[in-house]
């Protein structure tokens, strides 16, 4: 199993940014696929994420600005970013929570991905 992330990058403050990623090796169009974010010293928290019936739960620092989408027939998540900030400087990781049990109604208390396949990272700097 690999997850592919990619899209990341320089930009500046107010500017936009997609990330993609792409799932390979077996499919996880029954699970919730998300979107993490760790800056340096920092614990890895949830940016966003997104069920098989396209319910989705956001950090309250990215809601209105950024936006989570999948594609399941190619095993792909996507995260929309725009209006970027400074404080949005970040290794953003891809997940693929391994839970099937999360429902449209209980991803509001998804936050954490304890048992998920995860991608490599990919850099988030947005200058001031």
């Known amino acids: 199993v690999q997850l592919q992330a990619s899209g990341g990058g320089l930009v500046q403050a107010g500017g936009s940014l997609r990330l993609s990623c792409a799932a390979s090796?077996?499919?996880?169009?029954?699970?919730?696929m998300g979107w993490f974010r760790q800056a340096p010293g920092k614990q890895r928290d949830l940016v966003a994420a997104i069920t098989s019936g396209g319910s989705t739960n956001y950090a309250d620092s990215v809601k209105g600005r950024f936006t989570i989408s999948r594609d399941k027939a190619k095993n792909t998540v996507y995260l929309q970013m725009n209006n970027l900030k400074p404080e949005d400087t970040a290794v953003y990781h891809c997940?693929?929570?391994?839970?099937?049990?999360?429902?449209?109604?209980?991803?509001?208390?998804?936050?954490?991905?304890?048992?998920?396949?995860w991608g490599q990272g990919t850099q988030v700097t947005v200058s001031s």
């Open positions: 997940a693929a929570d391994l839970d099937i049990n999360w429902s449209d109604s209980s991803i509001i208390n998804f936050t954490r991905a304890p048992d998920a396949a």
């Open positions: 090796g077996r499919t996880f169009s029954r699970h919730v």
